[in-house]
């Protein structure tokens, strides 16, 4: 898999609708392991089905994506929103990297890492001072990644899916301090 296969871009209703079922594969193939079946299938259908949380904020205004495409087929995406997270004390304007998912067969390509530099990107055309993203406590993978961008842990949160709650950390990374971090 090469990055020179992937587009980029900005989705439109029907290009959004074909992300809907990946981006479920992608945090199915994620998470699913961790919760009960049933409650695990709830969430899905009320994140990813049509006209779902996730339909919802592709309509709402100050909501930004993009879209990783190979082959014509949605294989990644970025969500970036106002701060929605718990932050202590944030900058007034502050975004959050709410989602940012690559389908497991394009993981190591290199598209997380344009799909995060457009999210960082962004947040600077729009002179906004900080983003911040939640990850999951065991999630190491992600941290390494988050953490080669300048991000750091600031916080903690918790993620409740079914009887299930589980730790979150809140990290953020201050863009005017950002530097040459990143430029992996």
């Excluded at 929605?84 to 959050?96: F, M, N």
Aim: net charge negative; with cysteine; charged share 30%.
């Amino acid at each position: 898999m090469q990055l020179e296969q992937v587009a980029f871009r900005e989705p439109d209703a029907d290009l959004f609708n074909r992300l809907l079922p990946v981006a479920r594969r992608v945090f199915a193939d994620t998470f699913s392991h961790r919760y009960e079946p049933a409650a695990f299938e709830r969430f899905c259908e009320e994140v990813y089905r049509p006209g779902g949380t996730m339909s919802r904020d592709f309509d709402a205004p100050g909501i930004r994506w993009r879209v990783a495409m190979a082959a014509g087929e949605p294989i990644g995406y970025a969500k970036l929103t106002p701060l929605r997270a718990p932050a202590a004390d944030p900058d007034p304007g502050a975004l959050e990297l709410q989602q940012l998912y690559v389908v497991r067969e394009w993981h190591g390509s290199g598209v997380a890492g344009h799909l995060m530099e457009w999210a960082l990107e962004t947040a600077l055309t729009e002179s906004v001072g900080e983003v911040y993203l939640t990850v999951f406590d065991h999630n190491e993978r992600a941290k390494r990644f988050y953490a080669r961008y300048g991000f750091e842990e600031v916080g903690r949160c918790t993620f409740r899916l079914g009887d299930r709650v589980d730790d979150d950390r809140i990290w953020r990374v201050r863009l005017q301090s950002r530097g040459s971090a990143g430029k992996a």
